[in-house]
């Protein structure tokens, strides 16, 4: 098990480096733009196991959210519950076997300064099986802590200005943590929104 889950690490780093790269292109910025800031490194993988339930109508499994994070990668067992919010309605996300969802975060939709969107998702409760998700956060790299964080300055210019104000990431992520999920995009909007 430790083996493969090493294995899985190291083939999920792979993939976010080449994501972190195509995600430059699309920026209009050097491919390695966002990997020589550090995008890529800070990786953490998170297991979540949803037992069935009697009653699904009467929980959440997790509740209404953005990732604070540059970028998630998803694993997902073949039962669903992830939703995604779309113009206010709720959208169940099928699993795809051995399909990966890419999930913008928060810090990558405010250094691109809003052409990438981070997304509000749920994971509603089910009736019908264990429901196991593995997703694999990145969030930059150490270093990121105490630096100037807002838009990258190479996307920014008089007709596209900065959406954010510069902000200290610890700061961010200290808000982040002292809120409930369905009030962190909220309460950190005032310390990063222009």
Known sequence: MLKSTLEYIKYIRRLGETLFQLLSEALGLQEDHLGSIGCAKGCSIVCHYYPACPQPELTLGVRKHADPGILALLLQNEISGLQVLHE??????????????????????????????????RVADNHVGR?????????????????????????????NPPRYKEFRLR????????????????????????
Request: proline share 5%; with cysteine; charged share 25%.
């Open 171 to 194: 700061e961010y992520i200290a808000r982040f943590l002292s809120s409930s999920l369905d009030q962190n995009k909220d309460s950190n909007s005032s310390l990063i929104a222009k």
């Open 88 to 121: 206010g309605q709720w959208f169940d996300v099928q699993p795809i076997r051995g399909g990966l969802v890419v999930n913008i975060g928060d810090l990558l939709q405010i250094m691109s300064n809003d052409k990438l969107k981070s997304v509000k998702h």
């Open 131 to 159: 429901r196991i998700s593995v997703p694999c956060f990145f969030e930059g790299h150490a270093t990121f802590l105490d630096k100037p964080f807002g838009p990258i300055k190479e996307l920014i210019s008089e007709a």
